[in-house]
C-alpha cells in the first residue's frame, strides 16, 4: 500500500512540476531527466545582446560577469576595474565571438 502511495506522491509532484515550469518564465528550459527528488533541473537562456551592451557600458564594473552569473569573478573584475581594462575587452570579444557562455553551461541565445 505504501508503495501505491509514493507512486501518487511521484505523479501528483510531476503534474505540479509542469504547471509550474508553463507558469514560471518562457525562458527556462528542462534540462535533465526526473532524478530522485522529482525534479529537473532548469537553465536559463540568457540574451547575447543584452550580455554586449552591459559589457560595452559597465563591463569595467563586472556587471557583464553578474549577469551571466559568474558572482565571485564579477566581483574580482568590479575590484580590478576590469583587470585595468584588458579584461574588459577579452570579455567584450568572448561575448561577441560567442565563447563565453552563462555560467550554467547554457549559450547566449
Do not use: H
Amino acid at each position: 500500500m505504501q508503495s501505491a502511495e509514493k507512486s501518487d506522491d511521484a505523479s501528483y509532484a510531476q503534474v505540479l512540476y509542469s504547471v509550474a515550469l508553463k507558469l514560471y518564465n518562457y525562458n527556462t528550459v528542462p534540462m535533465a531527466d526526473w532524478n530522485d527528488m522529482g525534479r529537473k533541473e532548469i537553465m536559463t537562456m540568457k540574451s547575447k545582446t543584452t550580455a554586449i551592451i552591459l559589457s560595452i557600458l559597465l563591463g569595467e564594473l563586472g556587471v557583464d560577469r553578474f549577469y551571466l552569473g559568474y558572482t565571485g569573478l564579477g566581483i574580482l573584475k568590479l575590484i580590478t576595474a576590469g583587470g585595468f581594462g584588458i579584461w574588459w575587452l577579452i570579455d567584450l570579444i568572448l561575448i561577441i565571438t560567442g565563447k563565453l557562455t552563462a555560467k550554467d553551461g547554457s549559450e547566449l541565445v
